[in-house]
């Protein structure tokens, strides 16, 4: 069945570096790709997202890159701080479905 | 601000319990989710809605049934809880067409003992 696979499920980097995290989907059809940051014990909120018609999307520190031949997208966050730390969350869409599919996340620590 | 609630944070129930998990949205929207939240699991959608009195399975609906007779209110139905139930519960509400971003409830925090 259709799946999305993530990578790291754990990353540890020092304030001030960068971070990336992978993300890879099966379904070919897929057309929406949100990033979710879940802080401990809250709720997931919505970071960024991007339409398969866009390769790349930069809000601030954090940016998304799509690659659609190869079924890969990353979230980059640069200058990382410590409120960055949180459980994040990718998924893929397809289109007029509304249903996500969401990876297995990635616990990010940033460290003082 | 769109709101999104749980019925409740914390749930202890009994093996063998029906279970009820309410969630409720203010922003008229359309479209509701329920997942389930496990450790190295991700979030797994159990059921979803596109409108009232319709239900479409997720991933894994065995164990679960919904009710949708308002549209802002999506229960999520354990008609005989197990202990493998044991779970955080999300419900998520979007908007359609056209939009994809979901709007996570708090979480329920299910026990079944």
């Known amino acids: 069945g259709e799946n999305v696979e993530q990578h790291p499920s754990t990353l540890s980097v020092q304030e001030g570096d960068s971070a990336v995290i992978k993300c890879t989907y099966s379904d070919s059809a897929s057309n929406y790709f949100p990033w979710y940051k879940q802080e401990l014990g809250k709720r997931p909120q919505l970071i960024i997202d991007?339409?398969?018609?866009?390769g790349e999307k930069k809000d601030q520190r954090i940016a998304v890159t799509l690659n659609k031949t190869a079924k890969h997208f990353s979230l980059h966050i640069t200058e990382t701080q410590p409120e960055d730390s949180a459980v994040y969350f990718c998924?893929?869409?397809?289109?007029?479905?509304?249903?996500?599919?969401f990876g297995t996340g990635t616990r990010l620590k940033v460290l003082a | 601000d769109v709101k999104v609630t749980q019925s409740s944070r914390y749930l202890v129930k009994r093996t063998g319990e029906k279970v009820f998990l309410e969630c409720v949205q203010d922003?008229?929207?359309?479209?509701m989710f329920w997942y389930r939240q496990d450790p190295g699991l991700g979030l797994r959608l159990i059921y979803f809605?596109?409108?009232?009195?319709?239900?479409e399975k997720g991933d894994i609906p065995e164990g679960y049934s919904v009710s949708r007779e308002k549209k802002e209110r999506f229960s999520l139905i354990l008609e005989s809880a197990s202990t493998n139930q044991t779970s955080m519960y999300l419900c998520?509400?979007?908007?359609?067409?056209?939009?994809?971003?979901?709007?996570f409830g708090p979480g329920t925090r299910l026990t079944v003992t």
């Open positions: 998924a893929a869409a397809t289109s007029g479905t509304y249903k996500y599919i």
């Open positions: 809605s596109y409108d009232v009195k319709m239900k």
């Open positions: 998520a509400s979007g908007r359609s067409p056209g939009n994809y971003e979901q709007y």
């Open positions: 991007i339409r398969s018609n866009v």
């Open positions: 922003m008229d929207h359309e479209n």
